[in-house]
């Protein structure tokens, strides 16, 4: 049969990702601090785990999905973590957004323990996570990543083994970092036309089809022109991936200049009280500041 699952982290993300990996034939233990999480998950077909240890036990590999680096280390190194409980099969893959430099280190104090890791990450955002749309980008050792495909491959569409450990994590900054500074750029764009009384649908609609298209305007930008504030990929995260973008290049000394930008608009944003909102409430930003 298909490779047996242990799924930590039920949230906006690992919620669709489960969904998948059952509809694809995988038997799934499912594990989440909030229980209605895991209720759901059991309500799509998944077996209830207590732990990080009980989603593992068993399974070929175990799957984390969280928040951020703390989190991920909780769930290995802590109590009933997979450090010392971890699959039959030991392998472990981290799909979160996480610090580089933490993911090397838990490559490293895996491998001593004789359990193989991939830093996993994914973009596509909750859309992509739930038609299995991801593009996934994985840093470890090869035949880790081999084992991990077929599983992948429930989730995704773009499935890349991107280099040694940490590099998925490199390979995800870089994408959050053209993410963060393309959303700025939709919020000029739309605050210049609105404040010269264009219609912005319309303007949107034109843009599209020419040389300024891009994801974030297809998807995001008819939420940021209704002025919805729903949640989907929240403001919190992305500041945090910017923050992890910085940290890296800093301890590179590479000058990322309009990342430091970007990051002051996500600082606004929170302080108004927007961090469990969408990242279209970035042009939100632009509404106080033009005072539209
Ligand atoms: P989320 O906050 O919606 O879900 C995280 C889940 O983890 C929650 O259900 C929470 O209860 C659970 N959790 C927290 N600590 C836990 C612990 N110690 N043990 C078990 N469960 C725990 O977040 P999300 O939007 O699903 O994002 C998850 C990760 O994926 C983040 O690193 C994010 O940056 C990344 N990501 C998100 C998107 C997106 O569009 N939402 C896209 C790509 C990548």
Request: charged share 15%.
């Amino acid at each position: 049969g298909k490779g047996d699952v242990g799924f930590i982290g039920l949230g906006t993300m690992g919620r669709e990702m489960v969904r998948n990996l059952l509809g694809a034939g995988h038997r799934v233990r499912a594990f989440d601090i909030a229980a209605a999480a895991v209720e759901d998950a059991v309500a799509a077909g998944a077996v209830a785990a207590s732990s990080p240890a009980d989603a593992a036990h068993g399974c070929d590999l175990a799957i984390s999905m969280l928040p951020d680096t703390p989190h991920v280390e909780a769930v290995i190194y802590g109590a009933d973590g997979l450090l010392a409980a971890p699959p039959a099969g030991r392998l472990v893959v981290d799909m979160s957004t996480i610090s580089p430099v933490a993911v090397r280190r838990m490559h490293a104090d895996l491998a001593a323990a004789g359990t193989a890791f991939l830093d996993a990450p994914v973009s596509g955002g909750p859309v992509g996570a739930k038609n299995a749309t991801l593009s996934i980008m994985a840093g470890g050792d090869a035949d880790a990543f081999v084992r991990a495909r077929p599983v992948f491959e429930a989730m995704g569409t773009t499935i890349t083994h991107v280099g040694a450990p940490g590099a998925g994590q490199t390979v995800k900054l870089c994408n959050q970092l053209v993410c963060g500074l393309n959303i700025q750029a939709i919020c000029e764009a739309l605050a210049l036309g609105r404040a010269s009384g264009v219609d912005l649908e319309q303007l949107r609609h034109v843009l599209l089809g020419g040389s300024a298209a891009s994801w974030m305007l297809d998807k995001l930008g008819p939420a940021m022109i209704a002025g919805d504030a729903g949640a989907g990929f929240r403001i919190d995260l992305m500041f945090k991936d910017l923050r992890l973008v910085q940290e890296h290049a800093q301890a590179l000394s590479v000058p990322l200049p309009g990342t430091a930008l970007v990051t002051g608009q996500y600082v606004e944003a929170r302080a108004h009280g927007e961090g469990a909102n969408g990242n279209q409430a970035l042009f939100r930003v632009y509404d106080r500041m033009t005072n539209q």
